[in-house]
């Protein structure tokens, strides 16, 4: 009888030694799922700050548009001088190409595209050079 003395206690430390193993292990998949919930929160965010952008980019076209006479040869000057805003915590860079068809003479294809990103790259977006772990992006482009 004397060999089973201190059983209990082996048995005991090997479960407590289980549960903490598996409190880690519930603890580290919380974190993860919280952090991507969370991303996933930013993300509508950037798609939300494109998409304004857009708008924006879009609402610098429509003087040049419905002049009189209808400026089609280029973007807006907006463009150049303030492309680029902050919202919602994101900041937004809008640029418009405009593609005339030199060929036909056929009219002018506008693109306005912006870009919403957590890390700007020198004060614009997208960031190519050096973003993080957390770095979040969004991009929408209009033809018209």
Known sequence: MKRLRG????SAIFILVVLAALGAFILNISSSQQIGSALDVQGVRAYQAARAGVEWGLYQQLPLQRGNP???ATCA?????????????FTV???????GDGVTGGPT????TSTACS???????PNTTNPG???IERRLTVTF
Request: with cysteine; glycine share 8%; net charge negative.
């Open 133 to 135: 772990p957390l770095y």
């Open 93 to 99: 860079t809008v640029t418009c190409n405009a593609v």
């Open 119 to 125: 890390e700007p790259n020198a004060g614009t977006c």
């Open 77 to 89: 000057p907006a463009f150049a001088s303030s492309g680029t805003f902050s919202l919602f915590g």
């Open 7 to 10: 059983f209990a206690i082996v």
């Open 109 to 112: 294809v506008y693109s306005v």
């Open 70 to 72: 209808p400026t089609y």
